[in-house]
């Protein structure tokens, strides 16, 4: 058994003839330590560690076993007492996700389609003791050291706790994490860091690491003047389209729900490239313009500087206002 700088044994029973041992003594003194009280007829000893806290600890208690016709067998017993210790205790853990720091928090273009997230962060942590504090990665489960996070990014870490993160990808894994309901995995990326004291402490933490996301607004091309005649509004020869290759379909959607789009009046009649039409009622003697809105929706959320407007989804629209007012568009 052990505790703090203490170590307290007895050599174990013979296996051999003529199986019990009847005496013993104390052979080479430890190294780093002392024995403090021995038991001639059992063997029990106290072992007294004066290496100090270090791990560097281990030692050895030698006794001579003496059996019943005489015979000495020397025991080696090695000891590693414990030392007094305290747990680190992290206090925050935060990551510079949103930041404006292009050091902190941002995507770049390598070659292709391939995109390299970085993001810095810290984790704060404190140990009782003033010990000094390694951070390393480790599986979410077994707590097993691991060189990657759940995503295959990569972590650096500072002796303070500060940390970069890595992570390359095609740049469809980033337009993931802005669509309409992506789930937790597809907008972040985890890993488990383990804080170590050096002396048997361990706390560990789980990051969280927003995935930079990446969006562009679709678009409508071709809009212009409808014809307005027999109390009919049309508008034909328009594109909708959507430089990610998101699939808009010609349904109408509730915003926020997805992809799709919307007229505040009438309808859609044709959808395609360069013949998406819409009509609506006109008014006066039936050759006046009414008002229109046709917006559409490529079913992910607007993004700001990677990270995802929740409340916003990425829209493009056209404004035909009553009467001849200018044409406006927006997203």
Not at 36 to 54: D, L
Not at 298 to 305: E, L
Request: charged fraction near 15%.
């Amino acid at each position: 058994t052990s505790t703090p700088y203490i170590v307290t044994g007895r050599p174990p029973a013979s296996t051999n003839f003529p199986g019990v041992f009847t005496g013993y003594a104390l052979g080479t003194a430890p190294t780093k330590g002392s024995v403090g009280s021995f038991n001639p007829t059992t063997g029990a000893f106290t072992y007294n560690s004066t290496a100090g806290r270090v791990m560097a600890n281990d030692d050895v208690v030698t006794v001579l076993a003496t059996d019943a016709n005489g015979r000495t067998v020397t025991l080696r017993l090695a000891v590693k007492p414990a030392v007094e210790n305290s747990a680190p205790v992290i206090v925050t853990t935060t990551t510079d996700n949103g930041s404006a720091d292009t050091n902190k928090w941002r995507l770049d273009t390598l070659t292709g389609n391939n995109r390299e997230q970085i993001t810095t962060g810290r984790i704060t942590a404190t140990d009782a003791d003033g010990d000094t504090l390694t951070y390393s990665l480790v599986d979410p489960t077994t707590n097993a050291p691991v060189t990657t996070t759940v995503d295959g990014g990569t972590v650096t870490f500072a002796a303070d706790g500060s940390y970069t993160y890595r992570i390359t990808k095609d740049r469809s894994y980033f337009h993931a994490a802005a669509r309409i309901g992506a789930t937790a995995a597809d907008m972040n990326d985890t890993f488990k860091v383990a804080v170590n004291d050096g002396f048997g402490g361990i706390t560990y933490t789980t990051v969280t690491m927003s995935t930079f996301a990446l969006n562009s607004a679709p678009a409508i091309s071709g809009f212009g003047n409808p014809t307005c005649a027999f109390f009919l509004c049309t508008r034909g020869g328009m594109t909708v389209s959507d430089p990610d290759g998101d699939s808009i379909p010609n349904s109408n959607v509730t915003p926020g729900a997805g992809a799709g789009r919307t007229v505040t009046a009438g309808s859609v009649t044709v959808w395609g490239s360069g013949t998406t039409t819409i009509t609506w009622p006109a008014s006066g003697i039936g050759t006046t313009r009414t008002a229109n809105r046709f917006t559409v929706y490529d079913g992910y959320y607007a993004v700001n500087n990677g990270v995802i407007d929740v409340g916003g989804p990425t829209k493009f629209w056209v404004d035909w206002p009553a009467g001849s007012g200018a044409i406006t568009t927006g997203n």
